[in-house]
Structure formats: structure tokens, C-alpha cells
């Protein structure tokens, strides 16, 4: 029996299957005591440094941060099952046993977007304004530049390129700040606009870019500002 489970922990999915579960456990005990916060950090470096190397870190960097904040919201068996999966992804992307690496890596780098979208709008936005702006830039710069390293585009204007849209996006989010639509209204148009803004610039880095693709993305733009406003409540 021990040689059998010997031989399935060599196998990188099983392995990387009991390392997300261990996440998961140490970050939903991590809700309730921050010593398991900084057993869960220990631990997931350990992780992510052993095996394949790769240049995932400022997902994985977003992803443990993302998880032990939004843990502490009373969702702690909620975001140990989610991040949970998103930590088995992202070392299953690393350690190369996705067939489909990219489409995995584009899911994950998306959802990083919404996490740190949520957690901006969650926070209190009459303290810290500018510290705040500034974390979510960095994020989102990140993101942004992880995305672009993973396409080889470029690499003397990756940080550049990163910088505008990490600009872009938070001048929107000042703006939905603004806007009295609420808190899941403005979520939902910032990762809107955040895929919108990838996806343009992957067409545009491609040769792809027509206008087919620009009206397109308009459409979407259009419509769903409209859906949100027409669903929000607009109270001052």
C-alpha cells in the first residue's frame, strides 16, 4: 500500500492535486487564525519553488494574497474550494501537464482580474485613496505583463504596453467609484473592460485587429454598460 501511494505522488497531477488540497485546508483554517496565515505562505512558496520553473510569480504572488483576503469575508469554505482549484491550475500550467496550456493560463489570468477587482471595490474608499490605486495599478500591471510574457510579445515594450492598460484600467475604476451602481454592477463592467482591453491587444499584437473585431467589442461594451445601468438602483 505505501510503495502505491509512493508511486502516485511521482505522478505531477496527483502531486499537484495534494498540494492544491492542502492549500485549501491551510487557507480555511487560515480564516480564523494567523498562524495558519503564515503556515499557509511558508507552504505555498514551498510549493510553487519546487518543480518546473516557469514565469507564472506574479500570478502566483496575486492568487495568495487574493485568497487569504477574501477568506477572511465569512467565505472561508467558499474561497478554499475556489482557490483551491485556481492553486492546482496554476501548478498544473507550471509543471507543463496541461495539453492546453494557454487557454488554462488565459482562465486563470482572467479570474485574477475579478479577484482583484472585487477586492477593490470591497474596500473602504474614503482612506488610503491613494495607496489603494496604487496596489490596484501594481496588480493589474502585473497581470497585464505576465499575460504578455506568456504570448512572447515584444519584450522591450512588455512593460510599456503593461503600464498603459494597468493606466487605462485605473482611471475606469476611479470612474466607477464614482458611479452610485453599486458594488457587483462595478465588479462586473471593470472585468468586462479588462477582457475587452486583452483581447483587443492580442488581436492587435497577432495582426489581427479589423474591424469586425472593434465592433465587436464595442457591442459588448455597449450592451452590458447598458444591462448594468438599467439593473442598477441609482441612490446617492
Not at 505531477?12 to 494567523?34: C, E, I, R, T, Y
Amino acid at each position: 500500500m505505501l510503495k502505491k501511494l509512493k508511486s502516485a505522488l511521482k505522478e505531477p497531477a496527483l502531486l499537484s492535486a495534494l498540494k492544491a488540497v492542502v492549500f485549501a485546508v491551510l487557507l480555511f483554517l487560515a480564516a480564523g487564525h494567523w498562524l495558519f496565515a503564515v503556515i499557509l505562505v511558508l507552504t505555498a512558496l514551498f510549493f510553487y519553488f519546487s518543480g518546473q520553473s516557469g514565469n507564472f510569480f506574479y500570478s502566483f504572488l496575486i492568487l495568495l494574497a487574493s485568497s487569504l483576503i477574501i477568506s477572511q469575508w465569512q467565505l472561508a469554505a467558499l474561497s478554499a474550494a475556489v482557490f483551491g482549484v485556481l492553486f492546482f491550475i496554476l501548478l498544473a500550467i507550471k509543471n507543463l501537464f496541461f495539453i492546453n496550456r494557454e487557454n488554462y493560463y488565459h482562465f486563470l489570468n482572467n479570474f485574477l482580474f475579478f479577484a482583484v477587482f472585487l477586492i477593490f471595490f470591497q474596500i473602504d474608499k474614503t482612506r488610503f485613496f491613494w495607496p489603494q490605486y496604487l496596489i490596484l495599478f501594481l496588480a493589474v500591471f502585473a497581470l497585464f505583463k505576465e499575460s504578455l510574457v506568456q504570448r512572447n510579445y515584444f519584450p522591450s515594450k512588455i512593460d510599456l504596453l503593461a503600464a498603459c492598460l494597468a493606466f487605462i484600467i485605473i482611471q475606469y475604476a476611479w470612474a466607477m467609484s464614482l458611479l452610485p451602481i453599486g458594488f457587483l454592477n462595478s465588479l462586473a463592467l471593470m472585468t468586462i473592460v479588462a477582457l475587452i482591453l486583452k483581447d483587443l491587444l492580442a488581436n492587435y499584437l497577432n495582426g489581427l485587429l479589423s474591424r469586425r473585431i472593434v465592433l465587436k467589442n464595442i457591442t459588448l461594451f455597449v450592451i452590458s454598460s447598458l444591462i448594468v445601468f438599467m439593473a442598477s438602483v441609482w441612490q446617492p
